[in-house]
């Protein structure tokens, strides 16, 4: 029980890597928020993760012993990031943990000039903007307690260019370059801030993702054929799989990373050792 008496919030919580992690942690012992909008988005050309497949993530969560609080927000607003927040300082009495996982992979599949003001800002808003407003609600909350660990969900995209996707790698770089940022301002106060970047991470059905097929889909990738075709850039031959990812969370939220800060991980099967 690697996380025992933690609390760890988790955004994105619905279904993917959100689930992942949150399954990971309630394994490892700690209590969970669990935050996802829960509803369409406009703008987004795919469902989103719904209500009912959050509160099965909740139920997961319940089944292997934690306790969990979950709650439907948008990471574009503000105000209800804080309520979040202080109903989770309330009900747990501290927040040990935060996961910004919650992102889109489209409006995507455009040429950088052919991308509108409108699909532009809706990525930024939600993949960075989003990130920044949850470590605002919570930062607050961990420096005064002096502990803490944010983990930001970046991408290989946060690392290297893709063609299609301007405005995904924009805002997946710029969510490495808040995490080195962060991680400074909230070194003295013992707050650590970390961010991983995933490869290609496999659609598995227990967790109900979908983000690689949306990504084939903006590149007229055929469905039958996706996984392979991702496949084939992956050095060690192999998808990268959610656990995974959670499992490089799970580490990051443990005290055995106590002096760990400003790291940029990379879980991608050597894909950007190349």
Not at 107 to 135: C, F, N, Y
Not at 211 to 217: F, Q
Request: charged share 20%; hydrophobic share 45%; aromatic share 6%.
């Amino acid at each position: 029980m690697r996380l025992a008496g933690k609390t760890a919030i988790v955004t994105g919580a619905a279904r993917g890597i959100g689930r992942a992690c949150a399954i990971a942690y309630a394994k490892e012992g700690a209590d969970l928020v669990l935050i996802d909008i829960g509803s369409a988005l406009p703008g987004v050309p795919y469902p989103l993760g719904s209500a009912s497949q959050l509160a099965y993530t909740g139920e997961l969560c319940r089944e292997l012993g934690a306790a969990v609080l979950v709650e439907h927000a948008d990471v574009r607003d503000s105000a209800a990031l804080s309520a979040v927040a202080g109903e989770a300082y309330q009900r747990f009495g501290q927040v040990d943990i935060l996961v910004n996982n919650a992102g889109i992979a489209a409006p995507s599949g455009k040429t950088t000039h052919e991308i509108s003001e409108d699909e532009w800002q809706l990525m930024i808003d939600v993949d960075l903007s989003g990130a920044w407003r949850m470590t605002k609600a919570v930062g607050k909350l961990m420096t005064a307690q002096r502990s803490g660990s944010i983990i930001n969900i970046a991408s290989t995209a946060g690392l290297v260019g893709y063609r299609h996707f301007a405005a995904y790698v924009a805002a997946k770089h710029g969510i490495v370059g808040l995490t080195k940022a962060t991680a400074l301002d909230y070194a003295p106060l013992k707050v650590r801030v970390n961010a991983l970047c995933p490869g290609s991470v496999r659609d598995d059905d227990r967790f109900e993702g979908r983000m690689l097929s949306e990504i084939a889909r903006s590149l007229d990738v055929p469905l039958d054929e996706y996984e392979q075709t991702f496949i084939r850039d992956q050095p060690m031959n192999a998808l990268i799989e959610p656990a995974d990812i959670a499992a490089a969370a799970v580490w990051l939220g443990s005290d055995e990373t106590k002096q760990i800060t400003g790291s940029v991980i990379t879980v991608d099967g050597g894909f950007t050792a190349r």
